[in-house]
């Protein structure tokens, strides 16, 4: 069960508060402190992401992040709806053209920002399917310490 959900439009304006949630919700969940920089950039780059695709495909469903607080993990999940619709396999539109005319400014965008999220997040997921894409990230988190 989530511990937390957050949906926005797709405004880029609304990026900075997922960021600040995100980043809040992982300290409480136990995230090393030294991390959560990581941990907002990657969410902030994972939202950017799922902005762009929705403004590219005239999205009007709102963006999700699911933050879900595990016994040894966190994790973020960060879903397009359904801006992968209308996208070849690796979630990247199309907007404007069919699969025999990609938009090549877009895919650069896509791989890089995944890129950039990969270099800051051991371990990532990025799925796509019927109801768009979703990438999922997953930090460790220290046990509670109980103080005498």
Known sequence: MPTVE???????????TAR????????RA??????????????????????????SHDIAAPI?????????????????????????????????GGPDQPDTDADSEDEMGLAVISGLVDDVEV????DGGVIRMTWPTAPAVVLP
Do not use: M, N, W
């Open 30 to 55: 136990g995230v090393d402190e030294a991390v959560l920089d990581e941990v907002r950039l990657a969410v902030g780059e994972a939202c950017s992401r799922a902005v762009g695709l929705h403004r």
């Open 20 to 27: 600040l949630v995100a980043a809040a919700v992982a300290r």
């Open 127 to 130: 799925r796509t399917g019927a």
């Open 6 to 16: 957050l949906r926005f439009s797709a405004q880029p304006e609304h990026v900075r």
């Open 64 to 96: 999700t992040v699911v933050l879900t607080e595990e016994e040894k993990a966190f994790s973020i999940e960060v879903g397009d709806g359904h801006a992968a619709q209308g996208s070849d396999a690796s979630g990247v539109g199309t907007p404007g």
